[in-house]
């Protein structure tokens, strides 16, 4: 897949267009970890992209799901935040003309590291040196970070967990500031991180860090002691949970058979 990533960069480049690999299939690389999760952003628009590739759809906010030789790459055009919605949601995107731009409206420094055609890294914003002190910052004031985006928060925590790295102290801060606005994030949203920090083997240091902020009231949950498990499901069995986490019938039918097998 990431061959085939480099593919289309170079077929951007030919039709006089850049494009870089984003996100976490660069720092994953970097670090040595596998990952298929690779995302593209370019200065090439959406009518763009139609008249390169066969077949294109628009996945909103100037993002776009690209069926390239039997894979789907979510491609997004360079573009800046103006404003945000319920502390979550841009509100107001313009497109940009630089990478350097664009990478401005993204979370952590960690996530910045990019990879152009040649499979080359660009590091724009010192992502290399966060990835190797083990440190995770934002790369705006993190106050204004998770005001615009409250979802950043749990999204810190997931890394700090999978990585196992640092947070920043003033990141750490800026958490303790705004983490009642995670109230405000969907229970789909909240369980859609809780999940992750789960199913990871580093969990405990993931239950670790929301018991340490107090984030439990704001996530409608409650952690106790000695919690443990094999998978994100036998976690959840562990911890009470507001009957509003949106659970799949078969994730029900899981959990009520290890909540009666303990």
């Known amino acids: 897949m990431y061959e085939m990533g480099l593919e289309i960069l170079n077929k951007l480049f030919f039709n006089g267009f850049r494009g870089y690999i984003v996100g976490g299939y660069p720092r994953d690389k970097y670090i040595g970890k596998y990952s298929n999760d690779i995302d593209i952003t370019t200065n090439a628009k959406y009518d763009d992209l139609v008249r390169i590739f066969d077949n294109v759809k628009e996945n909103g906010y100037m993002s776009y799901i690209v069926d390239y030789k039997s894979y789907k790459y979510q491609i997004t055009t360079f573009r800046k935040d103006i404003s945000y919605i319920d ?97 405000n994030l969907s229970f789909f949203r909240k369980k859609e991180e809780l999940d992750k920090i789960f199913s990871n083997i580093n969990y405990q240091r993931g239950i670790d860090l929301i018991k340490e902020y107090g984030l439990e009231e704001a996530l409608s949950i409650k952690i106790g002691n000695n919690i443990y498990g094999d998978n994100y499901l036998k976690v959840w069995s562990k911890i009470e949970y507001d009957d509003n986490y949106p659970f799949t019938r078969e994730e029900k039918r899981i959990l009520k058979s290890y909540i009666d097998n303990e």
């Open 87 to 183: 502390n979550r949601k841009p509100d107001i995107q313009e497109t940009v003309d630089t990478i350097e731009e664009d990478l401005k409206r993204r979370d952590f420094i960690i996530n910045t590291l990019c990879i152009n055609k040649d499979g080359k890294y660009l590091d724009i914003l010192g992502a290399k040196n966060d990835i190797d002190n083990k440190i995770i910052r934002t790369v705006k004031n993190p106050n204004i970070s998770f005001k615009e985006d409250s979802l950043r928060i749990l999204r810190c925590i997931r890394f700090a967990s999978i990585l196992n790295f640092n947070i920043d102290d003033e990141v750490s801060k800026a958490i303790h500031n705004n983490k009642e606005l995670i109230r």
